[in-house]
């Protein structure tokens, strides 16, 4: 479950062997170049409702970067690919959308990347409805963190704790939860339900209830 960290282009080439890296040269180049000279056929965040056919060729590569590059290094490659081709968001929803669970996973860990504001939302709520380990984990990283309202968030948190994703995964957690009341009556609930139907309560959840707990009061001091 763990995600492999991502690699800088710095990193993979130590890395990888000659023909993957020449793959990687030929991949990069090609993303750039869909964003430099966007292909009128494919739509691109000004124009989210043109039509198009074929996948350009940087998404082919996308699809095919742990058969070049191995699946250890799959994530940090296609990361590596949004970023190069500047991809909007109707690039990210077709992949997404299109995706293994392996693509969509490296679609997510791009998104706090991306200058795409809070319009990828769709993507990490469709994630988090998954009971797919490897996406929730994905999900609740740094964009997630940024653009969830309290209400998707902590419904995030319970998702992790219900799935068994560590919530180390999850992007500020102590800060995002610090001091939330709403989030200490969930997670109790959720414990109640646990210990009635007489299953475990995880041992994160613990973990999250302490950081709910309001910040002590300084008393004022005394002239």
């Known amino acids: 479950m763990p995600m492999t960290p991502l690699l800088t282009r710095k990193e993979l080439d130590a890395q990888l062997g000659g023909a993957a890296r020449a793959w990687l040269d030929e991949a990069l180049a090609e993303a750039e170049h869909a964003a430099e000279h966007p292909d009128p056929e494919h739509p691109d965040p000004e124009h989210p409702n ?14 095919a970067a ?3 590059c191995g699946l250890d290094h799959a994530d940090s490659v296609r ?8 991809a909007g968001l109707p690039a990210l929803t077709r992949i997404y959308e299109q995706g293994t669970a392996a693509e969509r996973r ?12 809070s319009a990828a939302l769709p993507l990490v709520e469709d994630a988090l409805r998954t009971n797919d380990t490897r996406l929730v984990a994905a999900a609740v990283g740094p964009y997630a963190a940024a653009h969830l309202d309290a209400h998707q968030w902590r419904h995030a948190i319970l998702k992790c ?12 957690l102590a800060g995002r939860s610090r001091g939330d009341a709403e989030l ?21 959840l613990a973990h999250v209830l302490g950081f709910t707990a309001p910040a002590p009061t300084v008393p004022p001091e005394e002239s």
């Open 50 to 63: 043109a039509t198009h056919t074929a996948a350009p060729p940087w998404e082919l590569r996308y699809a």
């Open 66 to 68: 742990g058969r070049y």
């Open 79 to 86: 990361v590596l690919l949004l970023l190069e081709a500047r």
């Open 106 to 117: 490296a679609v997510l860990r791009a998104l706090h990347r991306l200058d795409i504001g």
């Open 161 to 172: 704790l219900f799935t068994g994703v560590p919530v180390d995964c999850v992007d500020a």
């Open 184 to 204: 200490a009556r969930m997670l109790g609930d959720f414990a109640a339900e646990r210990t009635a139907a007489g299953r475990n309560v995880p041992a994160d």
